[in-house]
Structures are given as C-alpha cells and as structure tokens.
C-alpha cells in the first residue's frame, strides 16, 4: 500500500550517511503503542481505541524521511491469557523484539514501570538490541508513584517522555530513531506506506468499529473475516462484504441489534473509515456468523490475518 502525503519526505538517491531499520514499538496492553505508531507514520494506518488489547498482530508501517527510514512494527500489548490467540499475539510481539534493530519500550507515564517492563527490557538486552524508553501519554497528570524517569532506567537507554495524542515530543524521538538506526539504503520505495494488502485494513476498521460499539468483553470474541474486496467493478467504488465472526449465538443477535440498529451503526462508522483509508467511496455489507472455534485454531487464525 502506498502513503498519500509521505512522499515529499523521501530521499530517491541516499548518499552514505543513509540509515534505515526495523523499529519495533513494545509494551503493556493500552500503552499507547498504536497511537504513537500512526503519530510517527503520519497517517492512520493501526486501529485504535480505548479497550486494551486491540492489536492482534505485528502491522508494518514504512516512514521514509530524508536521511533514514523507518520501518515501524506495532504490536500486540505484552499480557498473559490462555488460548492460539493469546499465544500467537504474543509470539508476534516477541518476534518483533528479535527482528528489530532499534526497540522501543513504552511505558504509560500515567501508570509507570511494571515487573513486565523488566521481562521485556531484559529480552531486548539478551537480543543485544539497542533500545529507548518512551513515556506515552505525557500530556496527562501523572500521580506521585508513577515517577518520571523510572528508578529501573536510570542508568540504562535514553528516557523520552512524549505524547502520540497531541504530538508533543514526537519530532525529538524521530531524529533520536534516526540516528540509531544502521547505516544503509532504504528497503522500500519512498511511496510505500505498509505491506499489508487493503483487504485486510478494511477488515481492521470493521473490527474498529466493533471494539468501539460494543460493550464489555463481547469485542475480545469477534473477528473480522473479508470475503469481497472488489475495486474492479468501477474506478470510484469499493464493494466490500465481511463476516463478524462470534462464538455463541447469543452474542450474535447483541451484534445485529433490535432490527438489525446495531449492526447498521458498525457498518456506517467502518464504511467512513474505510472510504477515509482508500479515498473512494465503499459499499459495505456486513454478515454475522457463528464460528465457535476461530480463536482457537491457529490455521483460522492465519486465514484471518493474526498470524
């Protein structure tokens, strides 16, 4: 997929003093990690909300600036939970670790340092990768407790304090990134922004939307399966069709809604996205389906994209 906007940032001919690498966003579940990886792609590309856990796999996202580039992972918030999806997010967050050249440990400043920051940090040691402390959600009071540096950090890697909600504090941690990434050309051409396919975003904005409609546990039991991406039929249409994917019966008829009210509402926030996303206009239909065993079994994970 390629990036609107990016492009007037990239250098087509890097001399030696170029730097590109692999920067992988880490941390607890609603650190911030999604929100601070659109901030630092420029441009929407992670779903985001208020719930914890929203992430389910790595999603690259490519930043081409003048002198480096940035190949940025978000991943799925470090935590414990049983089951294939839980053990295949955090296979991908781990992945992440050891395929970086340059971590970022995020830490909600509003909360501070954690006994699994400590497990993290310790990983990215072992890896010998270099890494960064970065405090989200700085724009926020913090309490007393929640110091600023951690105690645990300060004597270790830089500690950048920043906000990816407002921006402030975003530009210093992109020339800090810049300048700690290898030497060496840029991997991806300028214009590209992420190698996952349309098809799949759109799921994700569908499964957005999802999270923000739908109250307590019941958004941690869907998932989105597209059936129909078509952009052939008409150069300014998109014709989508996707699958909210549950578990139970009952929680199918919460996500229709008395007269189908519910379901109507998430396909009208996700169509918005979607058309914001591919800057066409989207029809949209969605279909609720009992499959009991998606979360479950790895090669249905992998179908759906989470793996």
Not at 6 to 19: I, K, M, N, S
Not at 83 to 104: F, N, T, V, Y
Not at 110 to 115: A, H, L, N, V, Y
Request: aromatic share 4%; glycine share 10%.
């Amino acid at each position: 997929m390629q990036g609107a906007g990016l492009a007037e940032d990239a250098r087509t001919d890097p001399g030696p003093a170029y730097r590109c690498g692999v920067v992988a966003l880490l941390g607890l579940p609603n650190a911030g990690k999604s929100t601070l990886f659109n901030r630092l792609l420029g441009q929407k590309l992670a779903i985001v909300t208020p719930k914890p856990q929203t992430t389910r796999s790595r999603l690259l996202g490519i930043r081409t600036l003048e002198r480096a580039q940035l190949l940025l992972l978000d991943t799925p918030g470090l935590h414990e939970g049983k089951g294939e999806l839980h053990a295949s997010m955090q296979r991908a967050a781990i992945a992440a670790a050891e395929d970086c050249d340059l971590g970022l440990l995020l830490i909600d400043s509003t909360k501070g340092w954690e006994p699994a920051h400590g497990v993290a940090a310790a990983r990215l040691s072992r890896l010998r990768k270099p890494w960064l402390v970065v405090g989200t959600k700085g724009d926020l009071p913090r309490p007393e407790r929640a110091i600023w540096p951690p105690r645990e950090v300060r004597d270790g890697p830089p500690a950048l304090l920043l906000s990816g909600q407002s921006g402030a504090g975003v530009r210093a941690l992109l020339k800090t990134i810049s300048a700690l990434l290898p030497p060496g050309p840029p991997l991806r051409a300028p214009e590209e922004l992420t190698d996952r396919p349309l098809r799949f975003l759109a799921g994700e904005l569908v499964r957005e939307a999802v999270f923000q409609q739908l109250r307590e546990e019941l958004p941690y039991a869907i998932a989105v399966e597209v059936d129909e991406y078509d952009e052939t039929t008409r150069s300014d249409l998109v014709r989508i069709r996707a699958n909210l994917l549950v578990r139970r019966s009952s929680q199918k008829s919460i996500v229709i809604g008395a007269g189908g009210e519910r379901i109507r509402s998430i396909g009208t926030q996700a169509r918005q996205e979607i058309e914001r996303l591919v800057e066409r206009k989207v029809h949209l239909e969605l279909w609720v389906k009992v499959d009991a065993g998606w979360a479950q079994q790895r090669r249905r994970l992998e179908a759906l994209g989470y793996v």
